[in-house]
T-cell receptor, first 108, second 112 residues
Framework: NAGVTQTPKFQVLKTGQSMTLQCAQDMNHNSMYWYRQDPGMGLRLIYYSASEGTTDKGEVPNGYNVSRLNKREFSLRLESAAPSQTSVYFC???????FGDGTRLSIL | GENVEQHPSTLSVQEGDSAVIKCTYSDSASNYFPWYKQELGKGPQLIIDIRSNVGEKKDQRIAVTLNKTAKHFSLHITETQPEDSAVYFCAASATAGNKLTFGGGTRVLVKP
């Protein structure tokens, strides 16, 4: 039972490049979430999906898009990466929010 | 929207002593308050939670208290051990499984 799996674990991009962060959960949860974690700022919600087929903006959605592909998978896309998007990204699924181990993203 | 403030930002304690972390929230509709422990290189992991119909909850060396009137809740760790060293986050939401608003985190260091 893997829980929440995020890929990749690390990535370095150049400004303007695009990228999709992948997240999959095997706990049959309805809700899934994307957060970013920056030093001293805790976790901030980017987007969430309350159920398959629905997505909603969180606190910091600008510069991101999401896709809830099916009940298991929820991806986060950066269309044109900016240095301000350098962060650690966490995916979580509902219940008491089970988190993956994160994607560490650096944008040069 | 909800705002959660967490104090202190860093906490250093001697092994065996107690550690207390406090959080305040702004939205009186919040009724679910989880606490997470995050170790280096890992995602946050739920360690204890409390709902608004309960004032206190314990799980071995960890306890959480909630004061809904004052809108604050606290995490208490007794008999601290080096493995308790981590970053701890509080959070609040209107219901379990709903959107969470997180505090800024507390880095706890337990000195042997």
């Amino acid at each position: 039972n893997a829980g929440v799996t995020q890929t990749p674990k690390f990535q370095v991009l150049k400004t303007g490049q695009s990228m999709t962060l992948q997240c999959a959960q095997d706990m049959n949860h309805n809700s899934m979430y994307w957060y970013r974690q920056d030093p001293g700022m805790g976790l901030r919600l980017i987007y969430y999906s309350a159920s398959e087929g629905t997505t909603d903006k969180g606190e910091v959605p600008n510069g991101y898009n999401v896709s809830r592909l099916n009940k298991r998978e929820f991806s986060l896309r950066l269309e044109s990466a900016a240095p301000s998007q350098t962060s650690v990204y966490f995916c979580a699924s509902s219940g008491s929010q089970h988190f993956g181990d994160g994607t560490r993203l650096s944008i040069l | 929207g909800e705002n959660v403030e967490q104090h202190p930002s860093t906490l250093s304690v001697q092994e065996g002593d107690s550690a207390v972390i406090k959080c305040t929230y702004s939205d009186s509709a919040s009724n679910y308050f989880p606490w997470y422990k995050q170790e280096l290189g890992k995602g946050p992991q739920l360690i204890i939670d409390i709902r608004s119909n309960v004032g206190e909850k314990k799980d071995q060396r960890i306890a959480v208290t909630l004061n809904k009137t004052a809108k604050h809740f606290s995490l208490h760790i007794t008999e601290t051990q080096p493995e308790d060293s981590a970053v701890y986050f509080c959070a609040a939401s209107a219901t379990a499984g709903n959107k969470l608003t997180f505090g800024g985190g507390t880095r706890v260091l337990v000195k042997p």
